[in-house]
């Protein structure tokens, strides 16, 4: 670690990546990149907690094919997801008999899991690692808000969960895109209690990991052709750019958010954009990893956003403490000091 | 990765280990194992799930303490808990201001935990890395089970959740214990549907882990001190054994478990023992790596045990998936084959 921020030498790759979703999600402007869209909220399912455990299988599934993987070449899958104790993850990936280490990112869990896949595949622990992360609106609104048949209104500054699911390959073969390094997220905590105002609480987070990757890497903002966050949604994505103006960077041409992308504003009733773990998931594994794959895009800063909040915790007055884990996707690998610098330094 | 256990050859060291505990586990057979004992359920704060998060705050500085290290020093922390969210965690380690990944195995999460410190240590990404998780009594049966005011009878197989945190750091200082390698667990589900009866869930993965450790370590149970596991209580260690006596392997003189350690049996009222992932954390951290520091263990197997249900999909009929990740430390450094194989050879 410099600083913050691992750095992987041997670039490993995501070798095969993955995007289930849900109807929304196929009626959105981003249908195209799911490689499979389901519409029927349970997934076959009797719950939605079940429906949301075979829509993470089927992501997993679906990565595995598209990488022509059998299920034995993966050493470790990292996943985890929204519901109370992942069940979404245990239940999804119960009987595919790989070793599984269980994680908790919030929304930001997709790039915890590629983050710690590179570790073992860089490290040489692994030959493959899998990352996979979910999240479905019909349980997380049982969960964390109220139950849908209650038809409780949503705020302007809410956010609508994904029916999503991505999962992605890493491996140490050689096909873009490949993980250059990552800064592991802190927790941070400006004080917002507002649960129908996730953007606000996560907004900081991915200010500071982002901000600390620069620093870390002596990288500059617009090395990057995006410095993508996960689920900041409208609110979120403009107090991050506002936070980088403080520092006198302008990072709004650059910006992209999932959950800005993910549904229509103008068409779909999410008010201020995407959220869930599945959001920045499908995203990353859908749009960003082909653009990588193809050349299309050269290098992303990828900072999902996750916040650490419990519906418990959140009823008794707490503040919700957020975090991001932001990774470095490349076309190219390379070591850092081989980048030819551009652009403004950052201070 | 040797089938599913990786190694680390560099074999990091367990530099720094502490345990905090609530009343009961004062007033156990294990309480010298303790740095802290706190009578108060709320540790002071308004609410148990505040006072879980002051609890595993107050392991994480009492490990820092012992090992004389400044929080600027610890690379990264890997911790989680059993509160939905994981918010034990996130709020207690809060204004830490320390990078953080969130894991999550339930009462498995403290080898989770100890497994990839020992992988960022080891692969040279970080310097030390701190493994931390907690339960609380309280907390858990409200989340759990029953609201305690409700007075809720727990059934002869029930365990009793400690109220306890572990936290421990990792770094590649030549001070033993030592990790030498790990399996990472698959989930198992061998169908059992009664949450009042974890011991029995979880001894299948036990089983599983154990044996492919054994298996891709090709070392034999009684070249360890301990077989260890983490809360699978008087139940749970019975069907262990069982299992393993179908092989022809006999590991009762070996096996230890923390859920049958921490209180007594005699003297407190805990039905098939301990559980929650502060047991197998505290007893970890306060019993077995000091014994394993001064030399009288000289190898231990390590493999907590979690149960990765949710009280939702519980309800709604599911089985309780399980997963235990075993971890072997050891007084001595030296890779694998340098080890005298005694023992039977396990088959």
């Not at 949301?52 to 993966?74: C, F, H, N, T, Y």
């Not at 982002?210 to 990288?219: M, S």
């Not at 920045?280 to 290098?299: T, Y």
Request: aromatic share 8%; proline share 4%; with cysteine.
């Amino acid at each position: 670690m410099k600083g913050n921020t691992v750095f992987f030498n041997s670039a490993p790759a995501v070798a095969s990546a993955a995007a289930v979703g849900g109807k929304m999600e196929g009626d959105g402007p981003m249908s195209a990149c799911f490689d499979e869209i389901n519409e029927d909220p349970f997934f076959s399912c009797d719950t939605f907690e079940q429906g949301e455990s075979r829509l993470l299988r089927e992501a997993v599934l679906r990565a595995l094919d598209k990488g022509s993987l059998k299920k034995e070449q993966i050493d470790v899958i990292l996943g985890g997801d929204l519901l109370d104790q992942c069940v979404g993850t245990t239940y999804g990936i119960r009987d595919l008999d790989i070793p599984y280490l269980g994680i908790y990112g919030a929304c930001s869990t997709v790039t915890e899991g590629l983050l710690l896949s590179s570790l073992f595949v860089d490290g040489g622990y692994a030959s493959r690692a899998l990352a996979v992360t979910s999240s479905h609106f019909c349980a997380a609104e049982r969960q964390y808000r109220f139950p849908l048949n209650y038809g409780g209104q949503r705020t302007p500054t809410s956010q609508y969960t994904a029916t999503a699911a991505g999962a992605l390959v890493v491996s140490a073969e050689r096909l873009p895109p490949y993980v250059r390094a990552a800064t592991v997220g802190k927790v941070v905590d400006m004080g917002v209690t507002d649960a129908a105002n996730m953007g606000a609480a996560m907004a900081p987070a991915a200010y500071s990991s982002i901000k600390r990757f620069l620093a870390d890497t002596g990288l500059r903002p617009d090395f990057f052709d995006a410095i993508v966050t996960g689920d900041l949604g409208k609110v979120g994505s403009r107090l991050l750019c506002e936070l980088f103006e403080r520092d006198g960077i302008d990072i709004r041409s650059l910006h992209r958010d999932c959950g800005t992308m993910l549904y229509s504003f103008e068409e779909q009733d999410v008010h201020a954009g995407a959220s869930g773990a599945g959001c920045a998931a499908s995203m990353l594994c859908g749009f960003f990893v082909p653009k990588l794959r193809s050349g299309e895009f050269k290098n992303i800063l990828f900072a999902a956003t996750g916040a650490l909040l419990s519906p418990t915790v959140n009823a008794q007055g707490e503040s919700i403490p957020s975090i991001s884990h932001a990774v470095w996707l490349s076309y190219e690998t390379g070591t850092v000091p081989d980048i030819r610098f551009k652009g403004r330094r950052l201070s």
